[in-house]
T-cell receptor, first 109, second 113 residues
Framework: GIQVEQSPPDLILQEGANSTLRCNFS?????LQWFHQNPWGQLINLFY???GTKQNGRLSATTVATERYSLLYISSSQTTDSGVYFC???????????FGKGNQVVVIP | DTEVTQTPKHLVMGMTNKKSLKCEQH?????MYWYKQKAKKPPELMFV???????INESVPSRFSPECPNSSLLNLHLHALQPEDSALYLC????????????FGSGTRLTVV
């Protein structure tokens, strides 16, 4: 199956700082998503982004499908951005959504 | 309605109990999923239903029994669980083969005592 690798595994940020999370995947995908898991466990969908660039407020994401990576940018970080960010991908014609191990982000005031 | 609703949110059960987890969506999605997540780990796929038929079983022990009564509902029946089955159980749905992204529920936090 598809392999999804995320880096860095852990990140500590000062409030107001910017950061970039990276996701590498091993094959051509038709689905790539970024999620934020809150302390209560809910996976909140940030972006559905199999290719291209999207922005939503202080968050943006870019996927370069031909080079098999995706980036999640957090600008002007806030303490509420703390949590685990997961990248997940699935292959064409395959309903198995595979997750990376996540990026644990802590934003300190 | 753009949500996946899971009940209950928390469940404590003994090893001899039988319980069920429920999941519901009204987005017209035709694929539904059960994932299991242990602490500090990513979610792991358990089952996939596509058009109300079981299409993927990731070698899950038979003490977990999925059921899809209709296109909006997904159940997970639990029987004779072990303490190591304690985890967060997440339900998700998506348009089937068009794959416009998955929507996850808030999960059921299960503790087996």
């Amino acid at each position: 199956g598809i392999q999804v690798e995320q880096s860095p595994p852990d990140l500590i940020l000062q409030e107001g700082a910017n950061s970039t999370l990276r996701c590498n995947f091993s094959d051509s995908v038709n689905n790539l998503q970024w999620f934020h898991q809150n302390p209560w466990g809910q996976l909140i969908n940030l972006f559905y982004i199999p290719s291209g660039t999207k922005q939503n407020g202080r968050l943006s994401a870019t996927t370069v499908a031909t080079e098999r990576y995706s980036l999640l940018y957090i600008s002007s970080s806030q303490t509420t951005d703390s949590g685990v960010y997961f990248c997940a991908a699935s292959l064409y014609g395959n309903n198995r959504l595979a997750f990376g191990k996540g990026n644990q982000v802590v934003v300190i005031p | 309605d753009t949500e996946v609703t899971q009940t209950p949110k928390h469940l404590v059960m003994g090893m001899t109990n039988k319980k069920s987890l429920k999941c519901e969506q009204h987005m017209g999605h035709r694929a539904m999923y059960w994932y299991k997540q242990k602490a500090k780990k990513p979610p792991e796929l358990m089952f996939v239903y596509s058009y109300e038929k079981l299409s993927i079983n990731e070698s899950v022990p038979s003490r977990f029994s999925p059921e899809c009564p209709n296109s909006s509902l997904l159940n997970l029946h639990l029987h004779a669980l072990q303490p190591e089955d304690s985890a967060l159980y997440l339900c998700a749905s998506s348009y089937s083969d068009r794959n416009y992204g998955y929507t996850f529920g808030s999960g059921t936090r299960l503790t087996v005592v």
